[in-house]
């Protein structure tokens, strides 16, 4: 049981979500040095609203596919907008020369897709894995 559920101060819980999200317009963005640079970026900012990711993929293609645990505290929607934001405002440093870009609104389209990771969580994590099979370069 300890492993299984995290603990807060009165509570224990188990929220685990599978998320897909896609950048503006559906560019084919996520490829070469900017999918190497995000995995790193999406772990620390995960980190930073106590979650975890369990499994990621950044699709060449279109889309971010990831297994994320997030504790009962935190609302889905504001953990996935803090991870868009403060994402698309690092990849506006370090890949389109600008030190002060705090808008945050030129790389990702507003929405995303989420559901909740039950006791398949194995099922859900082979899924992302499997995604594009012969693509190493786009796990984090």
């Known amino acids: 049981m300890t492993e299984l559920y995290q603990s807060l101060s009165h509570s224990k819980s188990d929220c685990k979500y599978h998320i897909v999200f896609v950048p503006k317009y559906r560019r084919k963005v996520l490829f070469g040095e900017?999918?190497?640079f995000l995995g790193p970026?999406?772990?620390?900012l995960a980190r930073q609203k106590e979650c975890r990711i369990l499994e990621g993929h950044l699709m060449p293609d279109?889309?971010?596919h990831m297994c994320i645990e997030?504790?009962?505290k935190y609302?889905?929607?504001s953990v996935i907008g803090y991870l868009k934001g403060k994402s698309a405002i690092a990849i506006a440093r370090q890949f389109g020369g600008r030190q002060r870009n705090f808008q945050g609104e030129n790389f990702w389209a507003r929405g995303y897709a989420v559901s909740t990771v039950g006791f398949e969580l194995e099922a859900v994590r082979r899924y992302i894995?499997?995604?594009e099979s012969a693509d190493k370069n786009g796990q984090f």
């Open 41 to 44: 970026i999406f772990h620390e």
């Open 70 to 72: 997030i504790p009962p």
């Open 34 to 36: 900017i999918r190497k």
């Open 129 to 131: 894995r499997e995604q």
């Open 62 to 64: 279109h889309h971010v």
């Open 75 to 77: 609302a889905v929607s």
